[in-house]
């Protein structure tokens, strides 16, 4: 049989139109994360995947369990290539770790911790970006652990 991804990653109004491609809810570019939220836990479901809905606050779920990541800044909408960054970060720690809703998790948590860190030095989206850079390789797994904001 045809196999699934082992993380789908995107905005509320992205994992909503995969929804619809498979027959669910249409797509509304004004809907929330807590609205795809249920959407995700489905689409994770029937396709045994972990799906990873991005906004304010992070949504993700294997269908069956949904953690939240609260942590970021709304800059991390304004540089270009953050989504494809973090798809990538997920992909990594996937390799590395048995459950993939863990390394979605986890990648998100690393992501947005450093984005909480990058902003404080930073006055605009342009340098943002350069300091997120760095604090993604300054963050350290005992401040991820302290600061992750997890629900």
Not at 13 to 29: F, N, P, Q, R, Y
Not at 53 to 75: E, I, Q
Not at 127 to 138: K, Q
């Amino acid at each position: 049989g045809a196999s699934s991804p082992t993380i789908v990653r995107g905005n509320a109004s992205e994992i909503l139109a995969l929804a619809g491609g498979a027959g669910g809810k249409g797509v509304d570019a004004t809907d929330s994360p807590e609205a795809a939220a249920e959407v995700a836990r489905s689409v994770a479901r029937d396709n045994r995947t972990v799906v990873a809905v991005s906004g304010p606050t992070d949504h993700l779920t294997d269908g069956d369990r949904m953690v939240l990541v609260s942590n970021g800044h709304a800059w991390l909408t304004r540089v270009t290539g953050v989504g494809c960054s973090l798809g990538a970060l997920m992909a990594g720690f996937a390799a590395a770790v048995d459950d993939p809703l863990l390394a979605a998790t986890a990648a998100t948590a690393m992501l947005t911790v450093s984005a909480d860190h990058a902003v404080l030095t930073t006055r605009g989206p342009g340098g943002f970006a350069t300091a997120l850079l760095d604090e993604l390789s300054l963050l350290t797994p005992e401040t991820l652990a302290a600061e992750v904001k997890l629900g």
